[in-house]
């Protein structure tokens, strides 16, 4: 059982900055993989990146590769999403995942938080 919930959002500049990050309850968590979503209005849940446990797989969608980093601290049972150079299309509600074995597939996580807006402006 885990419990996920995002903060961090808000409006940014384009161009600008932002870290996201998810607080987890529950044990499993620090031994479960991470995944960040996004969905902008009208469109399907994309997945952004994902992170192991020990943080020794990553991987990111091509549209971030470069821009945006995903981390997680076992210890205080937190992942994170630091996004640089933000662009207008990033615009989304963006979501934290966990499950035990899963890829970069949304149907593949079982634990979701509620999600947290990120509004990029020019």
């Known amino acids: 059982q885990v419990q996920l919930v995002e903060s961090g959002g808000g409006v940014v500049e384009a161009g600008g900055s932002r870290r996201l990050s998810c607080a987890a309850s529950?044990?499993?968590?620090?031994?479960?993989?991470m995944a960040w979503f996004r969905q902008a209005p009208g469109k399907e849940r994309e997945f952004v990146a994902r992170?192991?446990?020990?943080?020794?797989?990553?991987d990111y969608a091509d549209f971030v590769q470069g821009r945006f980093t995903i981390s997680r601290d076992n210890a205080k049972n937190t992942g994170y999403l630091q996004m640089n150079s933000l662009k207008i299309e990033d615009t989304a509600v963006y979501y934290c995942?966990?499950?035990?074995?899963?890829?970069?597939?949304?149907?593949?996580?079982?634990?979701w938080g509620e999600g947290t807006q990120v509004t990029v402006s020019s």
């Open positions: 992170i192991s446990w020990n943080g020794n797989i990553i």
């Open positions: 995942a966990s499950s035990p074995h899963a890829g970069n597939a949304a149907r593949h996580y079982e634990y």
């Open positions: 529950g044990r499993s968590f620090s031994t479960y993989v």
